[in-house]
């Protein structure tokens, strides 16, 4: 059974930095396509940024670039978000998920997810 599990969330003050985790549970995802995605209250769930699991290529909606940086650790399974210059629009609850189809941006592109980690930003 493939899990993904997130980790790191928290409460922080505007400014301040996070880093999430996503470890995955087993090898055969070195084809695909991790995001990381979010959902605030009242909103739909939104691409963040991805990482080819193979080459590490990455790229990221426009509201998080520059600020936020997706890594993967082969030797752990595991994929970062690291976070820095956080605003209170960053408020959300952060998934993880993986993709067979390439770097895609929709969530229904997506075949696996972690159950979310909440990130609170405070003014």
């Known amino acids: 059974q493939v899990q993904l599990v997130e980790s790191g969330g928290g409460l922080v003050q505007a400014g301040g930095s996070l880093r999430l985790s996503c470890a995955v549970s087993?090898?055969?995802?070195?084809?695909?396509?991790m995001g990381w995605f979010r959902q605030a209250p009242g909103k739909e769930r939104a691409f963040v940024g991805g990482i080819r699991w193979s080459g590490g290529s990455t790229y990221y909606a426009d509201s998080v670039k520059g600020r936020f940086t997706i890594s993967r650790d082969n030797a752990k399974n595991t994929v970062y978000l690291q976070m820095n210059s956080l605003k209170p629009e960053d408020t959300a609850v952060y998934f993880c998920a993986a993709s067979s189809r390439g770097l895609r941006t929709a969530p229904g592109d997506y075949d696996y997810w972690g159950q979310g980690t909440q990130v609170t930003v405070s003014s």
């Open positions: 087993r090898r055969t995802f070195s084809s695909y396509t």
